[in-house]
């Protein structure tokens, strides 16, 4: 049984770097083709892909956000980490962590985590 | 604006048929890649709906189904019934935006 979920802080002040940790069961970084990606979604709107890491290290981020996103993972205690610098209040939302599946053309999101709620506020 | 385009919402009476479109563009459906869909039930994480070539996860009832053609593709659910009412999303792979996973905006499925 997979599952995932994400941990942090619930509050973050403008300015400050955001640190998210990613606790998963049920399958392992270290097996060839596993992928786990971060993705947010503020309040009512959609979804945005964030960062990704891969079995190999290989890391991939969002273009957008690429200078302020930075993704790492250890094996032994089944996590993944996403930071975040210089958060501002637009970055306020859900924060999930999702593993990736892949069909012949594509990568999906098969097992998420239930999402934590970050608020970016003075 | 999200590089793949849903309605914001759609509505239907319990044991109709609705659909829902995701349009995209040459970079990412129309290059052939898959598109995938999730449901988003109020408070809760999206799950999994389809993922390849009409793949359901075991526990989605097949009175969901997707197609996809050119640029576009599409959700559609048969036999309406109230816990369907969510929101739906669906997401491809981009290859113009270096590697970028993408979602569309989401849909509103209301039941009447």
């Known amino acids: 049984q997979v599952t995932l979920k994400e941990s942090g802080p619930a509050l973050v002040k403008p300015t400050q770097t955001l640190t998210l940790t990613c606790t998963f069961s049920?399958?392992?970084?270290?097996?060839?083709?596993?992928?786990v990606s971060w993705i947010r979604q503020p309040s009512g709107k959609a979804l945005e892909w964030l960062a990704r890491?891969?079995?190999?290290?290989?890391?991939f981020y969002s273009t957008s956000l690429k200078t302020r996103l930075s993704i790492s993972k250890d094996t032994s205690k089944n996590q993944v980490v996403l930071t975040m610098t210089n958060m501002d209040p637009v970055d306020t939302a859900t924060y999930y962590c999702?593993?990736?599946?892949?069909?012949?053309?594509?990568?999906?999101?098969?097992?998420w985590g239930q999402g934590t709620l970050v608020t970016v506020s003075s | 604006q999200s590089v793949l385009t849903q309605p914001p919402s759609v509505s239907g009476a319990p044991g109709q048929r609705v659909t829902i479109s995701c349009t995209g563009s040459?970079?990412?459906?129309?290059?052939?890649?898959?598109v995938f869909w999730y449901q988003q039930l109020p408070g809760t994480a999206p799950k999994l709906l389809f993922y390849g070539n009409n793949n359901r996860p075991s526990g989605v009832p097949d009175r969901f189904s997707g197609s996809k053609s050119g640029t576009s593709a599409s959700l559609a659910i048969t036999g309406l019934q109230a816990e369907d009412e969510a929101d739906y999303f669906c997401?491809?792979?981009?290859?113009?935006?270096?590697?970028?996973?993408?979602f569309g905006g989401g849909t509103k499925l209301t039941v009447l």
């Open positions: 049920g399958f392992s970084l270290s097996t060839s083709g596993m992928r």
């Open positions: 997401q491809s792979y981009d290859s113009s935006l270096s590697g970028n996973w993408v």
């Open positions: 890491i891969d079995w190999d290290d290989d890391k």
């Open positions: 040459s970079s990412n459906i129309g290059t052939g890649y898959d």
């Open positions: 999702a593993r990736m599946g892949s069909s012949t053309s594509a990568y999906y999101f098969d097992y």
